[in-house]
């Protein structure tokens, strides 16, 4: 059940981010306002199309993508000069330590094998 809430808030996301839902109901508006255009001709009365002021969901929309998007603005551009400002940091130089002598007492030693020679 946890998986289709997600699913569910993943493809709302997407579709109200990239503008699919929006592009939906603008397309219900003009169904809406060519059936309304049918019916005022066939009746002989003017034409008066949709307007979308009086429009709650229109409204959701506008105030939805408002509250979605600024908020974040503010926090990324603050966000961006921080690491633009660490960037610019000197990085301090790590000390080690230099021995002071190395102790190298040569290559290793070979034993010495008496060989006789009969």
């Known amino acids: 059940m946890r998986r289709w809430a997600a699913i569910f808030l993943v493809v709302f996301y997407v ?3 990239t503008g699919v839902l929006h592009y939906l109901h603008e397309l219900d508006h003009a169904r809406e306002d060519a059936r309304e255009d049918a019916a005022a ?3 002989g009365k003017p ?5 979308h002021d ?16 600024t908020p974040w603005t503010p926090l990324l551009a603050f966000l961006g000069l ?3 400002i660490l960037a610019l940091l000197p ?14 007492r040569g290559p290793p030693a070979l034993p010495i094998y008496s060989t006789v020679i009969a």
């Open 41 to 43: 001709l066939a009746a």
């Open 54 to 69: 009086d429009c709650d969901v229109c409204a959701q929309f506008n105030v939805l993508v408002m509250w979605l998007s």
């Open 47 to 51: 034409v008066q199309h949709h307007d």
């Open 15 to 17: 579709g109200l981010g």
């Open 82 to 84: 921080l690491v633009a």
């Open 91 to 104: 990085i301090p130089p790590v000390y080690r330590r230099a021995p002071v002598r190395i102790d190298c």
